[in-house]
T-cell receptor, first 108, second 118 residues
């Protein structure tokens, strides 16, 4: 079945450093979504990528969808303490399959 | 507030028991998803319903079952509970498909039900 792998599992950075998490699917995806879950909270939708090679930006966050529509990345520039949380990618092909997430901690 | 309501928020029960978790989706959303979140396990997809019908199934145990009712609310039934079933159970809903049957639109998550089996 469809599997979505995400690395790294954990990432600790100093405030101001950049952060990247990578997502790979075992199958070609219709679209990929990214979510953020703050500690003690529920996942909150960030963005959806649909087209091959698509790149979208949200302020300091840059999302990319691979040409083969099997991988994606989320890059945060100049992290802030408010960026703390777990970032999940979710691949869509009938099911919405989540990766295990990357827990980002930021040292002020 | 995501607009998705899950009840109860917390549930403590003994092994071997049966519980029902309830989810009310956002107004107008036809899809309901159930996920299980355990420590270090991410969000495990259990099952998805679309407008009352089962649409996709994940790694849902035979002891677990779900349904979506005509008013679109959904229930997840967990029976013969084991200690390992202790987890956070999330329900999410999404709007009708925008670009075809394979396209899942943005999912809105409820606050979750924390189940503790003792």
């Amino acid at each position: 079945g469809q599997q979505v792998m995400q690395i790294p599992q954990y990432q600790h950075v100093q405030e101001g450093e950049d952060f990247t998490t990578y997502c790979n699917s075992s199958t070609t995806l219709s679209n990929i979504q990214w979510y953020k879950q703050r500690p003690g909270g529920h996942p909150v939708f960030l963005i959806q990528l649909v087209k091959s090679g698509e790149v979208k930006k949200q302020k300091r966050l840059t999302f990319q969808f691979g040409e083969a529509k099997k991988n994606s990345s989320l890059h945060i520039t100049a992290t802030q303490t408010t960026d703390v949380g777990t970032y999940f990618c979710a691949g869509s092909n009938y099911k919405l399959t989540f990766g295990k997430g990357t827990l980002l901690t930021v040292n002020p | 507030d995501s607009g998705v309501t899950q009840t109860p928020k917390h549930l403590i029960t003994a092994t071997g028991q049966r519980v029902t978790l309830r989810c009310s989706p956002r107004s107008g959303d036809l899809s309901v998803y159930w996920y299980q979140q355990s420590l270090d396990q991410g969000l495990q997809f259990l099952i998805q319903y679309y407008n009352g019908e089962e649409r996709a199934k994940g790694n849902i145990l035979e002891r677990f079952s779900a349904q979506q009712f005509p008013d679109l609310h959904s229930e997840l039934n967990l029976s013969s509970l084991e200690l390992g079933d202790s987890a956070l159970y999330f329900c999410a809903s999404s709007a009708p498909f925008g670009q075809g049957p394979l396209m899942n639109t943005e999912a809105f998550f409820g606050q979750g039900t924390r189940l503790t089996v003792v």
